[in-house]
């Protein structure tokens, strides 16, 4: 069974920064492609950043390009995203997805979910 925890949520003013951290459990981590996905209230769920397996590439969202950074320590099986000069429009709950299993920009395209963990950004 893989399980994601996320956790480095909270309230920031704007400008701020934040690093949100996702733990999974299960042994076969290093395999992963691993994202970051985000649902603001009355909005789909969208695609914020991902990381293959090995770190080699990383993708983002235009929205967040430029002021975040996607990472992994495959010998702590975390997944990280440093978030920097935050905005109010980032408010949202943050998801961590794990195992590319399609597309690496779709909800569809991973199999293993976490529960979240709240990001607001006030103005």
């Known amino acids: 069974q893989v399980q994601l925890v996320e956790s480095g949520g909270g309230l920031v003013p704007a400008g701020d920064s934040l690093r949100l951290s996702c733990v999974v459990s299960?042994?076969?981590?290093?395999?992963?492609?691993m994202g970051w996905f985000r649902q603001a209230p009355g909005k789909e769920r969208e695609f914020v950043a991902a990381?293959?397996?090995?770190?080699?590439?990383?993708y983002y969202a235009d929205s967040v390009k430029g002021r975040s950074t996607i990472s992994r320590d495959n010998a702590k099986n975390t997944v990280y995203l440093q978030m920097n000069r935050l905005k109010p429009e980032d408010t949202a709950v943050y998801y961590c997805?794990?195992?590319?299993?399609?597309?690496?920009?779709?909800?569809?395209?991973?199999?293993?979910w976490g529960q979240g963990t709240q990001v607001t950004v006030s103005s």
């Open positions: 997805a794990a195992e590319r299993i399609g597309d690496t920009y779709s909800i569809s395209g991973y199999r293993y």
């Open positions: 299960g042994r076969t981590f290093s395999t992963y492609t």
């Open positions: 990381i293959s397996w090995s770190a080699g590439s990383t």
